[in-house]
């Protein structure tokens, strides 16, 4: 379906400030103006879920989680940011395979299968988009996807 990408997230990320407990602050730099995107809602809904899930059970008391969207060549580009423990640089890409779970104990502790993270890329690609973490160790990590995006199809729809 074609859903204007800025609603789309909002809603979502609404959805999870409604509901979270945690001592959290929800950051959002979303573009003010519609952004087109022909997408499987429900597909991108989980892999948002996921994501959002993720940066919220590493988060420590008091921080802060920033969602930021831009066009870049092309692409929309997302991106989910928290101040948890990161990822040592060594595991970025294995947390995108299935089951791969950074420090197995503290993993299981925070419960999950570790498949998050690779059903989500598999969408992504079904979508022709990349996705990729970055980490500052101890600081925290950013989740950032793509999907494909004509800019020029706006003026068709206003
Ligand atoms: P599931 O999503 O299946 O419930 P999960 O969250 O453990 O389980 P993924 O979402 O695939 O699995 O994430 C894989 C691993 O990557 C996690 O177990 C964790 O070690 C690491 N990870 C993912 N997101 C973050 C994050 N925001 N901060 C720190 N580590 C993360
Ligand atoms: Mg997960």
């Known amino acids: 379906d074609w859903v204007d990408f800025i609603l789309f997230f909002h809603r979502i990320i609404d959805r999870f400030e409604m509901t979270k407990n945690l001592n959290v602050t929800f950051e959002r730099y979303l573009p003010d103006e519609a952004m087109f995107v022909e997408i499987d809602q429900d597909k991108i809904t989980q892999v948002l879920d996921n994501i959002i899930s993720n940066a919220l059970k590493y988060s420590p008391e008091g921080g802060t989680i920033t969602f930021h969207v831009k066009e870049n ?16 640089k060594e595991n970025l890409e294995k947390i995108f395979e299935r089951f791969y779970r950074v420090d197995k104990a ?13 059903i989500a890329k598999e ?10 973490a970055t980490s500052v160790d101890g600081k ?3 989740i950032t996807f793509t999907l494909p995006y004509d800019s020029a199809q706006e003026d068709d729809w206003s």
């Not at 940011?81 to 990161?86: E, F, I, P, T």
């Open 123 to 132: 969408m992504i690609s079904a979508h022709g988009g990349g996705v990729w």
């Open 73 to 88: 060549n092309g692409f929309i580009e997302i991106s989910v940011s928290d101040q948890g423990l990161g990822i040592p």
């Open 106 to 118: 503290r993993s299981r502790q925070m419960g999950g299968t570790g498949l998050g993270l690779a």
């Open 140 to 142: 925290g990590t950013t």
